[in-house]
Each structure stands twice: as C-alpha cells, then as structure tokens.
Nanobody, 115 residues
C-alpha cells in the first residue's frame, strides 16, 4: 500500500505559476509510473503528465511547454511545476502511482486560475 499526499495548490492569476508536490509514504524507486491528473467540475478526469522510474516523461498537449513533471527519489516526492497558468488549468489535481497491477491515488489539491 502506498499513500500519496498532494500539496501546493491554490489561487493564482492567469500567467502565474504554482508547484505541486506529491509525497509518497515509501520509496518511489519501485513505482513504475507516477503522474498527475486533473478534473474540473462537470468534466472527465484527464492526464496532465507522467514520469516513469527511468525518467521518461509524457505531457498532455494542452500543457506542453508550460508544465514540467520531475521526481526526487531521495524525498519520495514527485513535482509538477506549472508556469503560464491559464483559467482552463483550473481543477482538482491528483497524484497517481502505478505499480502493476496496483494503482494508488492521492486526495487531490485544488488549483484555481483566475482570468
């Protein structure tokens, strides 16, 4: 079992930046894939970014060039640096850990971007 706790969300104006953190309850060396997802009210959850244990990253087209996912294994933490934020980035951001066949989710952190 892996517990994931997100932090760093908040209210920011368009064009601003936030850094989200996802702290895991144990070493993330053994986690195959970690990622960030977001969901706005009335919308389906969507993939934002993923990072593998080998360091490979993947981003949604809507955030490429603006968001960066990274990992600090020593701190058991995955980050999502979000720059040039837009109102459409608003939503609950949740951290996900995949270690086949298990999937773990954090509780989420709210990100609100005002226009």
């Amino acid at each position: 079992q892996v517990q994931l706790v997100e932090s760093g969300g908040g209210l920011v104006q368009a064009g601003g930046s936030l850094r989200l953190s996802c702290a895991a309850s144990r070493s993330i060396f053994s986690i195959n894939v970690m990622g960030w997802y977001r969901q706005a009210p009335g919308k389906q959850r969507e993939l934002v970014a993923t990072i593998t244990s080998g360091g490979s990253t993947n981003y949604a087209d809507s955030v490429k060039g603006r968001f960066t996912i990274s990992r600090d294994n020593a701190k058991n933490t995955v980050y999502l640096q979000m720059n040039s934020l837009k109102p459409e980035d608003t939503g609950v951001y949740r951290c996900k850990a995949e270690q086949y066949p298990a999937v773990y989710w954090g509780q989420g952190t709210q990100v609100t971007v005002s226009s």
